[in-house]
């Protein structure tokens, strides 16, 4: 995600950008941040100029212009598109931020859609879905309902579809969503916002994310939502980036991705009434020619049903 998606609305505004981002490709950093901060007087408001004026700043080691520039979008823009929050975070070194905003998650993943899957498994090897697919088994388990939450271009629904009599998907990105109903395999597609999701009557014999909890961050109301939608047997299966030694239990990295300690999440799959859970370790994908280690999670037996209550409690068991 760049600043460069929206323009400001003022011509002289985003001239004075270009050249402020030529002085920037040509290495002098301090130059282009004062011509922007300049340009900003004249729309103080513009969420993105604020943005591109944080990442100026953090280049040049100027770290307390860069959280001003960050917290100035965030004042700008509070739904955070840009996803300046974590940004600003990440840059004071406090890690205050639990999820992404949902407003950068969805524009992120518009902007992507339609060479995502090109970038993904042709450029970072990406393994998820293969890998959730290899966790649950051999076609001789089947699901007569599944749910592909973050269902992306179907990555993950493609993998699974042979052995789920009734697939779904939801993600919050419509640009996603387009690309995975040209796949044809699912039953029924959805715009939904993991973060909220809602108490339904709909129950499931299988919930799939991959590589979706990533964005989420602290996982304790999307578990507790996915143990009250499972049916009676039913199993959830999911990925997350895998914290190294050193990193905290809930890890927000400079990727604007979350990384998890397996005890961390086997502690949250326990609370929310699941017996079973099976984690195995694996490489997820690439990044910048590194491998991503990351977790292979299958928990399934819960305890007992899940009460699921409203708004702000409806992921949180009962």
């Not at 490709?25 to 591109?52: N, Y």
């Not at 307390?64 to 955070?80: E, K, M, R």
């Not at 076609?139 to 779904?168: E, F, H, M, Q, S």
Request: a negative charge; glycine letters at 12%.
């Amino acid at each position: 995600m760049t600043a460069r998606l929206w323009s400001s609305g003022d011509l002289i505004v985003d001239r004075r950008l270009d050249y402020a981002e030529a002085l920037a490709e040509a290495g002098d950093l301090d130059a282009a941040a004062e011509l922007l901060h300049g340009a900003l007087r004249l729309a103080p408001g513009w969420a993105a100029g604020w943005f591109r004026l944080g990442e100026w700043c953090e280049a040049a080691g100027r770290a307390a212009d860069a959280i001003a520039a960050w917290d100035a979008a965030l004042a700008a823009d509070p739904a955070d598109r840009l996803g300046a929050g974590p940004k600003r975070d990440l840059a004071r070194r406090v890690p205050l931020t639990e999820t992404m905003p949902a407003a950068f998650v969805e524009a992120l993943f518009d902007q992507y859609a339609p060479g995502f899957e090109d970038a993904l498994v042709g450029r970072l090897d990406y393994r998820a879905p293969e890998l959730l697919r290899a966790a649950l088994g051999g076609p001789a388990r089947r699901y007569a309902r599944a749910l592909d939450l973050g269902c992306g271009t179907g990555l993950a629904g493609l993998a699974v579809r042979d052995i789920c009599d009734w697939l779904g998907g939801c993600d919050i990105s419509e640009g996603m969503l387009r690309e995975a109903a040209a796949k044809g395999i699912y039953d029924r597609l959805e715009r939904r916002d993991l973060g909220r999701l809602g108490a339904g009557p709909e129950r499931y014999d299988l919930i799939l994310a991959a590589d979706v909890f990533t964005y989420l961050g602290a996982l304790e109301r999307i578990i507790g939502w996915c143990a009250g939608a499972l049916a009676p047997g039913g199993v959830l299966a999911f990925t997350v980036e895998a914290c190294q030694p050193g990193e905290a239990p809930l890890t927000l990295r400079a990727s604007r991705r979350f990384a998890h300690a397996r005890a961390h999440v086997e502690a949250i799959l326990r609370a929310a009434g699941f017996v079973s859970v099976e984690i195995a370790e694996a490489v997820l994908r690439k990044d910048a020619g590194e491998d991503i280690a990351g977790l292979v999670i299958v928990a399934g037996g819960l305890t007992a049903p899940r009460a699921r209550q409203g708004d702000g409690e409806d992921a949180v068991p009962a």
